[in-house]
């Protein structure tokens, strides 16, 4: 998953800078996973960014940023996940070649593309769906609740909800 993600990555254009991603779904195949990755993009508002590969695709939505209140989640919120540091964004980012810079400011989004790897870390599934309601920051804790393969990721608010499968 970490060369696809590094391939949408590799796509990335200085008109994008701010945007945030809206929806990441993923689908791997049987067999090893690997490139050539074949990488697109389209729309100019909301943006399609879609990388496929050999047996995998991965496909992205990105929106420009707002500063709109979050959904907040009633209920329990879950067990607490993890809380990401500055340092651990940062890093990922640039591993990643991610350049947007809402991933290296002064109190950083968390990616995308590492919460996806983070909910994927230990688990056997195909695809992963997820759609993200509000940016997670770096300090902020995030709490996993989980009913069967539905993933809801809570701060004060919905940040995410996922389907592994």
């Known amino acids: ?5 590094k391939a949408l990555c590799g796509l990335w254009k200085e008109e994008w800078q701010g945007m945030v991603m809206g929806q990441l779904n993923y689908e791997k195949g049987k067999g090893a996973c690997g490139g050539p990755y074949f ?20 496909e992205i939505l990105l929106f420009p940023f707002s500063h709109g209140e979050g959904k907040e989640k009633t209920g329990e919120k879950g ?3 993890r809380t990401f540091s500055e340092g651990e964004v940062h890093a990922f980012s640039l591993s ?18 590492q919460l996806a790897e983070a909910l994927a870390e230990g688990r056997d599934f195909h ?11 770096t300090g902020e804790a995030v709490y996993l ?12 608010v919905l940040c995410f909800e996922a389907v592994i499968g």
Not at 1 to 5: A, F, P, T, W
Not at 96 to 113: E, K, T
Not at 127 to 137: G, S
Not at 149 to 156: A, L, N, P, R, Y
């Open 1 to 5: 998953m970490k060369e696809i993600m």
């Open 39 to 58: 990488v697109s993009a389209s729309g100019r508002r909301i943006l399609k960014v879609s990388a496929f590969g050999e047996n995998e695709r991965m």
């Open 79 to 81: 067990r607490l996940w």
């Open 96 to 113: 990643m070649g991610d350049h947007n810079g809402i991933h290296q400011a002064r109190r950083p989004v968390v990616s995308g593309f």
């Open 127 to 137: 695809t992963l769906r997820i759609r993200f309601h509000h940016p997670l920051y």
């Open 145 to 156: 609740k989980e009913e069967g393969k539905t993933f809801w990721g809570i701060s004060e």
